[in-house]
């Protein structure tokens, strides 16, 4: 083959892109250096609410477990509340508000849920922690990596993954016993008698943990977090990142060059800390890109060095690309975009709000029979069939009576006269017909209420509206 | 992920180039890939032992797994088995229960009936729908593909209230259990067309006795003196709002014409004997019964329950007579 063709137009162009990709590609283990420093701090805090997922399913709360979704028996229990099938468009509102969040705090600030509060960032944090205080500094680690399998190898490496593993299985049980009450799964889990749907749980989520965590970690982040790649979308040129200022920072050079003191350009002396510290590799100087978590390490590193050397602070900074270009920069409330999302959140909430407060304890559905929309009676009379179906969302027993309200004038209730036991925590069916002489039938469709309530507690009661079908007049 | 995917040179080719520089490149098959092939290859032997794979198209049998633990000789068959044990172990216990019980006795089970009311639904819409209709509605034998024998309905709708046999628990099963045939001798021969006419303009009018004629034709020995039907013969109720075949006044003189199941032109009223039919169980005739009674037509027993069995007697020993109406 010849010399690579030179290339001419913006569409041969796109096929050496990779060429301008300064992302690990896989091809080395990034090993990153931990330097002190503000945002290290600020990570470590923002990373340990984590815990609350290893111990939160443990808590208890009128002798059950506090936060329990109990998929299995369809209900999700959080304290006092109980949420059954019927409301569960309250979680889709929810998993709304969540996203939001995530959205409005992208246009603002970029991506603080990647650097500090996501759990591949925590637990790859975590991992490599471990990895340092058992191999050391990033340099004794690649040493390590390199050198021939021996003894302390063996063992080093051995007792790393047995942590790893360990945190691992950690991770997948606290993730199912949010699923199913802590204390029965740890009772089966320690004799053997998880189900086959636990134990593949249970695998998955140690195998994910290890693999992901362990191995993939930046990797994860660049081809297989779809976030990632949808963050451009809510930022722009107002949203503040962790970002090189290159006006100050260029021409970079080295401070000392063959032991002469090299007269000084720019405030960059192309120390690479702030690679070095990158937990995905990236080069923060070559602009934001799809690698960076914006996870402000590289602010750390480069605020220690600029100490160093006596220049000022924020050479690589929080800050908007139209500051760094020189534009004049927006107030936070003139960011149209955000309030878009945050007007989004507040639906959202108000949605969230007015469901937790119309539950209810009782709900009534009521389907009319659709074959026959209704029955002659040999009387002459016409009778509707109603299919009753009552949620009790307390936890006790209780009967309910019936009642209607508008239909057909001089209309009976039949099987409506006893009151109905309505089990606790499912819905309970049961039926009634409602007659009515036809005479006083005077449409084809008839509007009719129909209410339950307790009969111990008539204020706790359910309506549904329903229609008295007749003949076509 | 290390593979030169657009490399520059360096990576030799196949040698030959088209196009003046088309060539290509003899590049491996990423790592991942090869292994990905290595287990899939490795899996399709597993999977053969495992499963059946060799079809036999003389006994219809085939290879069976080399029974590796818990999974050889495994058949679609077998699995269909199991998943349906699954279920008849579910429902075992109320089988088992309703066995030894009445109707009426599961009636006034609630769990029971709550049950029966679910299962009941297909053994109905098997057995039961092709005539009396979906949810027991009718059928109406009404218009030009019934133009052999319109007759309107072609067997009773199910969930009003107007019984030609009963409509208790027990008598909706002695139905099911014994069958019924309905009767009335055709008039033709009998009465003038004035006569007909007369007695089906009374008739439609919801009050038969209005014309002596009804007395005096004989037609109070099976419809009783009022008209209002007798549950042991089966005989309709010529007074309530609900038709057995047609109400409209053409349909109610071609019932009294031609009689039901009697000969040409006759209305036709059979219900098979499913006791002897063979084809539904005790138990499902028990389940119908209680399904059909809650269709919301069903009456409660009288106090003192009436033996009605002799029904069945009654109406063949009144052959003679004319029974069963419009």
Redesign the interface.
């Known amino acids: 083959?010849?010399?690579?063709?030179k290339e001419v137009g913006s569409v041969t162009s796109i096929?050496?892109e990779?060429e301008e990709w300064k992302v690990n590609?896989?091809?080395a283990t990034v090993h990153a250096k931990r330097m002190p420093g503000r945002f290290r701090t600020l990570k470590y805090i923002t990373e340990s609410l984590w815990l609350f997922f290893f111990v939160g399913a443990y808590l208890r709360w009128n002798g059950k477990q506090a936060i329990l979704l109990d998929v299995n028996n369809r209900q999700f229990h959080i304290f006092n509340l109980t949420i059954l099938p019927q409301d569960i468009w309250m979680v889709s509102l929810l998993l709304l508000l969540l996203a939001m969040t995530l959205f409005a705090v992208t246009s603002v600030a970029s991506r603080v849920f990647c650097g500090f509060f996501c759990f591949q960032t925590a637990w790859v944090d975590l991992f490599t922690w471990i990895e340092e205080k058992l191999e050391g500094n990033p340099n004794k680690r690649h040493k390590l990596d390199a050198a021939p399998w021996n003894a302390e190898k063996i063992r080093i490496k051995l007792t790393k993954h047995a942590i790893w593993l360990l945190i691992s299985v950690l991770t997948g049980i606290s993730f199912t016993i949010w699923f199913e009450d802590a204390f029965v799964y740890w009772h089966d889990l320690t004799s053997f008698h998880l189900s086959l749907i636990e134990v593949t749980v249970l695998l998955a989520f140690t195998l994910g943990t290890y693999i992901l965590a362990g191995f993939m970690r930046e990797q994860t982040c660049l081809w297989l977090c779809p976030y990632a790649r949808i963050q451009a979308v809510m930022a722009d040129s107002q949203t503040i990142l962790p970002a090189y200022d290159m006006q100050r920072g260029e021409p970079r050079g080295k401070l000392r060059h063959a032991g002469k003191v090299v007269a000084q350009q720019g405030d960059c002396i192309d120390c690479f800390q702030c690679v070095q510290v990158c937990p995905t590799g990236v080069d923060i100087r070559e602009g934001q890109q799809l690698g960076c978590i914006t996870c402000g390490l590289c602010l750390d590193a480069c605020d220690s060095v600029m100490d160093k050397i006596g220049r000022p602070r924020g050479l690589i900074r929080y800050a908007s690309l139209d500051e760094l270009e020189g534009r004049p920069v927006k107030k936070l409330y003139q960011h149209p975009r955000t309030w878009v999302y945050v007007g989004i959140i507040l639906l959202a909430l108000g949605g969230i709000i007015y469901g937790l407060n119309h539950l209810g304890a009782l709900t009534l559905r009521v389907s009319p029979?659709r074959?026959?929309l209704f029955?002659?009676?040999?009387?002459?009379s016409i009778?509707n069939?109603y299919a009753f179906k009552v949620l009790n969302k307390t936890d006790k027993d209780l009967n309910v009576k019936i009642s209607a309200e508008g239909g057909v004038k001089g209309q009976v209730l039949i099987d409506a006269d006893k009151p109905q036991l309505i089990h606790h925590g499912k819905a309970s069916?049961f039926?009634v017909?409602v007659k009515a002489p036809e005479e006083n039938v005077k449409s084809e469709v008839t509007k009719l209420q129909f209410r339950v309530e307790n009969v111990e507690d008539p204020a706790m009661s359910a309506e549904y509206n329903t229609v008295f079908n007749g003949p076509k007049r | 992920?290390?593979d030169i995917?657009?490399s520059?040179?360096g990576v030799p080719?196949t040698g030959h180039v088209w196009d003046d520089?088309l060539?290509d490149y003899v590049n491996q098959p990423p790592k991942w890939w090869m292994l990905g092939l290595t287990a899939s290859a490795i899996w399709v032997v597993v999977y053969w032992t495992m499963y059946p794979a060799v079809p036999l198209a003389m006994s219809g049998t085939f290879f069976e797994g080399v029974g590796l633990p818990g999974s050889g000789k495994w058949t679609a068959i077998k699995e269909l088995a199991e998943d349906q044990k699954v279920l008849d172990d579910v429902r075992k216990p109320y089988e088992d229960k309703l066995k030894n019980m009445t109707p009426a006795a599961i009636l006034a089970d609630e769990e029971l009936s709550?049950y029966v009311e679910r299962s009941g639904k297909v053994l109905f819409s098997d057995n039961c729908g092709g005539c009396h209709g979906?949810?027991g509605?009718g059928t109406e034998q009404v218009g030009a593909k019934f133009a052999q024998r319109e007759q309107g309905l072609m067997a009773p709708?199910l969930?009003?209230?107007?019984w030609l046999y009963g409509g208790t628990i027990d008598d909706i099963h002695t139905s099911i259990s014994g069958g019924r045939q309905g009767m009335m001798v055709a008039h033709k021969d009998i009465l003038s067309a004035a006569e007909i006419d007369t007695l089906a303009n009374a008739v439609a009018s919801g009050n038969p006795a209005s014309t002596p004629l009804f007395a005096e034709k004989g037609c109070t020995a099976c419809h009783g003196a009022d008209g209002k039907g007798m549950a042991a013969m089966g005989s309709a109720?010529l007074t309530?709002?609900?038709w057995r075949f047609d109400g409209s006044l053409e349909g109610i003189k071609q019932t009294i014409t031609y009689g039901v199941n009697a000969g040409d032109n006759a209305r036709v009223a059979i219900m098979p004997n499913f006791t002897a039919a063979g084809k539904l169980s005790a138990v499902e005739m028990k389940k119908l019964a209680v399904y059909v009674y809650?269709?919301?037509?069903g009456q409660k027993a009288a106090p003192v329950a009436v033996e009605v069995a002799p029904a069945v007697e009654a109406a063949s020993a009144a052959e003679a007579a004319p029974v069963t109406a419009p």
């Open positions: 083959m010849s010399e690579p063709v096929y050496s990779h590609m896989g091809d029979e074959q026959p029955v002659r009676m040999s009387d002459g009778q069939k069916g039926t017909f | 992920m290390s995917h657009n520059a040179g080719t520089d060539a709550k979906q949810n509605v709708r969930n009003d209230d107007d109720n309530d709002k609900v809650k269709f919301g037509g």
